[in-house]
């Protein structure tokens, strides 16, 4: 066990148990060991199996927050398709080529067509739907 300075005692970090599942077995496993207790069965048999359901589950709430950020960007761009702005490329998507520009507003993604432009690069865009 590892013990935390600012704390003086024992100390073991998860985050977010609803959030993560693998958060879920760490918090689990730290209260047995903390009660003198063994670590319940269903987390020892699972254990195997946890990289894997990880890998899985990160995947799947990667896909489901990109179409969501996908979702409000259409709408919040909705009442400008077909209009030009100035965009600053602020990152760039090494999964998609492209990059995100923030149109002199709210940090709004975009697949610009073309090379990726280096980050703080201005160019021209278009909303288009």
Same mark, same amino acid.
């Given at each position: 066990?590892?013990?935390?300075?600012?704390?003086?005692?024992?100390?073991?970090?998860?985050?977010?148990?609803l959030?993560?599942?693998? +958060?879920?077995?760490g918090?689990?496993?730290?209260?047995?060991?903390v009660?003198g207790?063994p670590?319940?069965?269903?987390?020892?048999?699972a254990?195997g199996e946890?990289?894997?359901?990880m890998?899985?589950?990160d995947?799947?709430?990667g896909?489901?927050?990109?179409r969501?950020?996908d979702l409000?960007?259409?709408?919040?761009?909705?009442?400008?398709?077909?209009? +030009?702005? +100035?965009a600053?490329?602020? +990152?760039?998507?090494?999964?998609?080529?492209?990059?995100?520009?923030?149109?002199g %507003?709210?940090?709004? %993604?975009?697949?610009p067509?073309?090379?990726r432009?280096?980050?703080?690069t201005?160019?021209?865009?278009?909303?288009?739907?």
């Amino acid at each position: 066990m590892t013990t935390h300075a600012a704390v003086a005692a024992s100390y073991a970090h998860v985050t977010a148990p609803l959030r993560r599942l693998v +958060d879920r077995f760490g918090l689990v496993t730290r209260h047995a060991l903390v009660a003198g207790r063994p670590v319940p069965g269903w987390v020892l048999e699972a254990l195997g199996e946890l990289p894997e359901l990880m890998a899985t589950s990160d995947h799947l709430a990667g896909q489901l927050e990109r179409r969501s950020t996908d979702l409000v960007e259409a709408a919040v761009l909705a009442h400008r398709v077909g209009q +030009d702005f +100035d965009a600053v490329v602020v +990152d760039r998507n090494h999964q998609v080529p492209g990059a995100a520009a923030r149109p002199g %507003g709210p940090g709004l %993604g975009a697949r610009p067509a073309g090379p990726r432009p280096a980050p703080g690069t201005g160019r021209p865009a278009r909303a288009s739907g």
